[in-house]
C-alpha cells in the first residue's frame, strides 16, 4: 500500500509553523527537522534544539503535532534528537532573508565558526549592510541572539547568533 | 561497559551544570550592569538545559524523570564539585569562578565528543558549540579587569588565590576512573586537568594577576562523592521549594 502522506506534503505542512521568537521564520527554514518518516498511516518527525536550553522546545514540538494532526494525520510522533545536531549553517536561504527583513542579522555562514569568534566582532548591520560595527554582548534578549552597535547607523541591533 | 561507571560520569557533568546553573540565576537583576545581568542570566539558562538534557539520557538508561531527579534528591545524591555550589559573593568572585568552571568544562565537552558512548557524544557536539559563548564572555572580562585598575586588580586576585583549590576539586576522580577511560566514554580526569591547567595559564598570563604554585596547592575534595559544604542543602531547599508549588514550572 502506498503511503498516505508524501515527505513534501508534510514539509510543505511544517511551513505553516513559526519560530515563536521570530514569527517570520518557520522551523524548516530554521533547519530543526532534521527527519521526516512516513510508515503506512503513521508520521514519525525528528526535531533538534537551536541551543539546547531553548525554551520554546516544548512549544514547537506541540505545534508540530497540532499540524500533523489538523492535516488528518492520525498517527503522530515528534522525537527530541541531537543525532545532527544543529549549527547556524542549518538555516536556509530563505530563512537568512527572513531574518534579515525581521530586523535581525543573519548569522555569519562558514566552516569555521566554532573556532573562529572574532567573527562576532564585525557582524554585519542589517540595516546598513555596513560592517562598521562592534559586539556589545555576546548574550542577548534570547538565547539565540547577540547584540551589536552599528558605528554608522548609530543604534544597536541584534543578530542571530552563530554556532 | 559499566552502566554504573558510565551514571556516576554524566550525574557529575549534569550536576555541576544545574548547580552553577542555579548560582548564575542569582544574578538576574542583581548584575554590576545590565549586560552582565543578561550574560548571567543566559548561561543559567544554557546550563539548566544542558543539565536536562543529561539527566535525559540518564532517564534513558533506568534512571528517573529529570525533573525528579533535579528536584527531589539530597545534597549527599549530588555529585557536582564544592566550586559550584558556593554563594555567588561579589562580582569577582562570580566571574573568576565561572573562568575556572568554564574552561574545564568547555574541554570536558571537547574530550565527550569522542566519547564511545553515542547519546554523549552527540549532545557535547552541541554543548561544546554552545560553551564557546560562556568562555569567550569569562575571557574578555578576566583579561580586561585582570589588567584595569589597581583596585580590581587586587579584587580579582584575592577571589582567584581564594577560589583555586575549589577548582582543583573539579577534577577529583571516580571511583570508576580506569573503566571509564578503558571503555573510552572519557579520557579522563588528570587529562583533563592538564589542559586545563595550560589553558588558564594562557590567559592569566596575558593579566597582571598570577597563579601560585600549582605544587604547593591542596585541594578541595569530596564533593563528587556526596560531601558538600554546608551551602548547597539550602540552595536545593530553594530549588525544590519552587518545584513543589508549580512542578509544571518551566525552567
Ligand atoms: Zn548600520
Request: proline share 5%.
Amino acid at each position: 500500500m502506498a503511503n498516505p502522506y508524501s515527505i513534501d506534503q508534510i514539509y510543505s505542512w511544517l511551513e505553516e509553523v513559526k519560530d515563536p521568537e521570530i514569527p517570520v521564520l518557520s522551523l524548516v527554514d530554521l533547519g530543526v527537522i532534521t527527519r521526516v518518516e512516513v510508515t503506512g498511516e503513521e508520521v514519525k518527525i525528528e526535531m533538534t534544539p537551536t541551543f539546547v536550553g531553548c525554551p520554546a522546545m516544548d512549544l514547537m514540538k506541540q505545534e508540530v503535532l497540532d499540524v500533523l494532526n489538523n492535516n488528518g494525520v492520525k498517527k503522530a510522533e515528534v522525537i527530541i534528537s541531537f543525532k545532527e545536531p544543529w549549527n547556524s549553517d542549518k538555516i536556509s536561504e530563505k530563512g537568512r532573508q527572513a531574518l534579515k527583513q525581521f530586523g535581525l542579522a543573519p548569522p555569519p555562514s562558514g566552516k569555521n565558526l566554532f573556532t573562529d569568534l572574532d567573527v562576532l566582532e564585525h557582524a554585519q548591520c542589517p540595516r546598513c549592510n555596513g560592517n562598521h560595527t562592534e559586539l556589545r554582548s555576546p548574550f542577548g534578549p534570547t538565547l539565540c541572539r547577540s547584540i551589536h552597535y552599528c558605528l554608522d547607523c548609530r543604534e544597536a541591533f541584534e543578530q542571530f547568533k552563530p554556532l | 561497559m559499566n552502566e554504573n561507571a558510565l551514571k556516576e560520569l554524566l550525574y557529575k557533568i549534569a550536576d555541576d551544570q544545574l548547580i552553577l546553573g542555579h548560582r548564575n540565576s542569582e544574578w538576574t537583576g542583581m548584575g554590576p550592569l545590565l549586560e552582565e545581568d543578561i550574560a548571567f542570566s543566559s548561561m543559567a539558562q544554557d546550563k539548566i538545559g544542558q543539565s536536562y538534557a543529561i539527566y535525559t539520557i540518564l532517564h534513558s538508561l533506568g534512571e528517573q524523570d529529570p525533573d525528579t531527579i533535579a528536584f527531589t534528591r539530597n545534597a549527599n545524591q549530588f555529585h557536582n564539585s564544592i566550586l559550584t555550589e558556593l554563594p555567588n559573593g561579589e562580582y569577582d568572585f562570580s566571574l573568576i569562578r565561572h573562568f575556572l568552571y568554564d574552561t574545564a568544562e568547555i574541554i570536558r565537552f571537547e574530550m565527550l565528543t569522542h566519547s564511545s558512548y553515542t547519546p554523549l557524544a552527540e549532545l557535547a557536539i552541541k554543548i561544546r558549540a554552545e560553551l564557546k559563548y560562556h568562555t569567550l564572555h569569562a575571557n574578555t572580562w578576566i583579561k580586561q579587569l585582570g589588567s584595569a585598575t589597581e583596585e580590581s586588580i587586587e579584587r580579582l586576585q584575592k577571589s582567584l588565590d581564594y577560589a583555586m583549590p575549589y577548582a582543583l576539586g573539579i577534577f577529583e576522580e571516580s571511583p570508576y576512573e580506569a573503566e571509564i577511560i578503558k571503555s573510552g566514554i572519557f579520557a579522563g580526569e588528570k587529562a583533563l586537568y592538564e589542559t586545563w591547567k595550560q589553558n588558564i595559564e594562557a590567559v592569566i598570563d596575558q593579566t597582571r594577576l598570577h597563579l601560585a604554585d600549582w605544587s604547593l596547592l591542596k585541594p578541595v575534595l569530596g564533593g563528587r562523592l556526596g560531601n558538600h559544604s554546608d551551602h548547597l542543602q539550602p540552595l536545593l531547599d530553594e530549588m525544590s521549594e519552587v518545584f513543589r508549588i508549580d512542578p509544571s514550572a518551566e525552567w
